[in-house]
Nanobody
Framework: QVQLVESGGGLVQPGESLRLSCAPS????????MGWYRQPPGKGREFVAT???????DYAMYTKGRFTIPRDHAKNTVYLQMHNLTTEDTAVYYC??????????????WGQGTQVTVSS
């Protein structure tokens, strides 16, 4: 089995930037989709952004113009680059992936979550 390992969370001030990273814990897995969800305090988990192997990106409306989701296929790593953060972006951010050991596998994987806190 494989786990998704996130890093890069922390405490930042409003208006600052932050980059999250996510990579599988072992090699030998291929993901058609990689992306991010988040769970704000007291709320349910919500979609942030995803990126397919073919390069199609999908973003939640609230991220437009502020977040991007670069992906390093060689490292099997996805990033979430966040700019102009606000207090409403405070949440636990979860990495998400669809794939498996085989090219057409569609198993879903989740990371353990990384806390992002935006506060002055």
């Amino acid at each position: 089995q494989v786990q998704l390992v996130e890093s890069g969370g922390g405490l930042v001030q409003p208006g600052e930037s932050l980059r999250l990273s996510c990579a599988p814990s072992r090699s030998g897995f291929s993901f058609n989709v990689m992306g991010w969800y988040r769970q704000p305090p007291g709320k349910g988990r919500e979609f942030v952004a995803t990126l397919t192997r073919g390069g199609t990106a999908d973003y939640a409306m609230y991220t437009k113009g502020r977040f991007t989701i670069p992906r390093d296929h060689a490292k099997n790593t996805v990033y979430l680059q966040m700019h102009n953060l606000t207090t409403e972006d405070t949440a636990v951010y979860y990495c998400y992936a669809v794939g498996g050991r085989r090219w057409l596998d569609e198993d879903e994987y989740w990371g353990q979550g990384t806390q992002v806190t935006v506060s002055s």
